[in-house]
């Protein structure tokens, strides 16, 4: 979301900033089983003949233009977003970084993992970086890295290994959507009918959710995440939507007083939090400005009438979904949908 989170915004609890369908429905427009070794298969979407055909791909890039001249069957890549692309497609990559640190995988991406067959993702330490010389020694067909903040200083040393498949501008590293950045990654992979695919079951399982409680419709929301140094109003103004807003939510006036670069709010100030709901998440636990109880026993915060009719939640971190509602990908996007829906539907509740 913003920028204050964007570093830490892959990785897993100990290091992040941290759905009326499951995660499987998204899966199924993915594909049969594949070998550990990595590989996309032929099922679904165009047929492999096709896809074929459609190959060399030339895609352009911030540092030049990526070639692809065949049909990739191993995929290496940069970033936990870039997994969870591969994932998404139905590729088990044939090395990734290690976002979790030895942790729990989160649930989504457990789900995608056992769906198809890889038993464990063979990773690279990423505490220093890209391991450059690991990526290598799988002799990859490809590198994904459309979702990484690195590659300006990657892609030099990637290109030389195989075919680096980025963004377009430099910006893009925080202003796609995945959407976009799932687009871009199954062109160069011959899976285009299988994005959109993803694309589409995303699409349903939120509009099933949004159907399936018509009480979210209107209600305005603020949301808004305590980091180390502020609590940070999350949705202002010109903020991407996401996923409250297509569940039927709107956000609050006060949210045009805010903006990307402008958007703390101080504990004399916490009425700016009002709404007929209030989401707030803690991702960074004792690091940060104050902890749940010591906000909850704030007489300003207890005061609101948002908290007053208990139509505040808390969004959890320790599973990930407040990182993943931060920064979703084609893997994570229908999850958020599936364990978000029913803490919404209590806070409007006021349960």
Known sequence: MNRLARPLARRSTARTLIAAVACATLLAGCGGKD?????????????????EAAFPVTLPNAWGKTQVEKKPLKVATVSDGDTD?????????VITPDAEDGGPVPEYKQRAITKLGAGKLKTYDDTDGTD???????????ILGMNTWSMDTDYAKLSPIAPVVTFTDKAHSDTLTWQERLKTAAKALGLTAEAEKVIAANEKATADAAAAHPEFKGKTYTYAVVHPEQITFMSYADQDPGVFEQLGFKKTD???????????VSLENLDELEADVLLMTYPFGDNGLLSAKELESNKLFQSLKVVKGKH???????????????????????WIVEKLTPILAGAVAGK
């Open 312 to 334: 505040y939640a808390v969004i959890p971190s320790e599973n990930t979904l407040s990182s993943a509602v931060a920064y979703p990908d084609a893997l994570s996007a229908p």
């Open 35 to 51: 070998d550990k070794a990595g590989g996309e298969k032929p099922s679904g979407g165009a047929s492999t003949g096709a896809a």
């Open 254 to 264: 006060k949210a045009k007083n805010y903006k990307a670069d402008k958007n703390a």
């Open 132 to 142: 450059y010389e690991a990526i290598a020694a799988e002799a990859p067909d490809v």
């Open 85 to 93: 692309i591969a994932l998404a497609l139905g590729i088990v990559p």
